[in-house]
């Protein structure tokens, strides 16, 4: 329990003194000596420069051996996988992008062999081989339904809903591998570095080419009995078509109705096109409404009272005590959006959440997914119990 604690500490506040490490631990010196002591031999703690500039002797520094373990994420999409290699201090040593085959129904490139396409010139940009590799956590769209190990609501990723598919990964890259939904990771990201740091109930919104929530209560994700909480792009709501058929028909990327019919990113820019704005996609047409006194107010107004619409309906049943817009419609729409949608809940019978735009820095689906890789690699690599030390 000693070397967990002091493990963890090190990961979190990094380099610190054998004294600071026995503060933050309640140690004594004697002890805290030994537990470094025995973590530096495990290969687990490493000794990196002195404390300076103070009186007295100089204070040896310590810090996680950053070779104890590496990890890989991955974020995938309709045009292919995006990859990254971690070391277990949580620092990104390589990453490697893989466009996916053509979209047909009977793709000639299987999951497993993109992703282990992907994983390996990862590793290959940080010099390392898969023996490095201790965890990977792969985001998608949809979800992984745990009955039955294959992902739903997800058609547009063909080849994907193999009931295999997580073993097959497995195989591949020798490594334990968790298939997680791409908005519960941009929520993770969001929890452990973003705007919902300080929040332990929380919803966050993603609005993009696709239209997802991740649900967030009690610190915990929330996923459902079949991996499908917090998908709202099919929730029915006044002025979209319905969602009809099976999850294959309604998996498709404009979901066949509901929500995802009045937010995504299509919608926006349609919805512009119809003001007289003219943009190939959703992040430009909303930087020029932005622009664009009278026809880009409306826009916004309008796209601010279609989310309003359905955030009522999500904050209404999980009465949050925040909301975090993601996304390329909340980025583009920034901060004059966030307004426009708090205006448009404020008059509403309903618990009123703080609405917070995020504000994360690179993609959140593969931070938040590098974050979980780690969580779980932590897990074990810090038990020293395992360890003759």
């Known amino acids: 329990m000693n070397d967990r ?3 963890e500490l090190l990961a979190a506040y990094g380099p610190l003194t054998r004294t600071r490490l026995g503060e933050l631990t309640g140690l004594s010196k004697p002890t805290a000596s030994q537990l470094l002591s025995r973590l530096e031999s495990a290969g687990l703690v490493r000794t990196t420069g002195n404390v300076t500039g103070r009186p007295g002797p100089n204070a040896q520094l310590y ?3 950053p070779a104890a373990a590496h990890v890989a994420a991955l974020a995938v999409d309709q045009t292919g996988i995006t990859a990254a290699v971690a070391d277990i201090t949580g620092r990104t040593v390589g990453d490697h992008r893989v466009a996916a085959p053509a979209d047909d129904r009977t793709p000639s490139t299987p999951p497993a062999e993109l992703v282990a396409k992907a994983v390996n010139g990862a590793l290959a940009a940080a010099g390392l081989d898969h023996g490095a590799l201790h965890s990977t956590v792969i985001g998608t769209p949809g979800a992984l339904d745990p009955r039955t190990g294959t992902l739903r609501y997800a058609s547009h990723l063909p080849g994907w809903q ?3 598919l997580r073993d097959d990964l497995a195989r591949v890259l020798g490594t334990p591998v968790v298939i997680e939904n791409d908005v519960n990771l941009a929520a993770v990201a969001e929890q452990h570095h973003g705007t919902a740091q300080d929040v332990d109930n929380f919803v966050l919104v993603w609005a993009d080419e696709g239209v997802g929530a991740a649900i967030v209560l009690g610190g915990t994700l929330l996923r459902g009995a079949t991996g499908g909480a917090g998908e709202i792009g099919y929730m029915p709501l006044p002025g979209a078509p ?9 998996a498709r ?3 066949g109705g ?3 019919k009045l937010v995504g990113s299509p919608a926006v820019v349609e919805l512009a096109h119809d003001h007289g704005i003219d943009a190939p ?3 430009k047409a909303l930087t020029a409404a932005l622009r664009t006194p009278g026809a880009g107010d409306a826009v916004l107004t309008e796209l601010a009272h279609r989310l309003a619409t359905g955030l009522a309906s999500v904050v209404a049943v999980v009465d949050p005590e925040l909301v975090v817009l993601s996304g390329e419609i909340a980025q583009a729409g920034g901060e004059r959006l966030r307004e426009l949608v708090e205006a448009e809940l404020t008059g509403l019978a309903l618990p009123r959440p703080e609405i917070r735009i995020s504000a994360l820095e690179g993609d959140p689906i593969l ?6 890789a780690l969580t779980d690699a932590r897990h074990t690599v810090f038990d020293t119990a395992r360890l003759d030390v």
Not at 242 to 250: S, T, V
């Open 5 to 7: 604690a002091a493990l």
């Open 63 to 65: 810090e996680i051996d």
């Open 162 to 164: 193999s009931r295999t």
């Open 242 to 250: 319905l969602a009809r058929g099976g999850q294959d028909d309604a």
């Open 253 to 255: 990327p404009d979901a």
């Open 258 to 260: 509901g929500f995802q």
């Open 281 to 283: 996609s959703a992040a």
């Open 367 to 372: 931070l938040g997914a590098l974050r979980q």
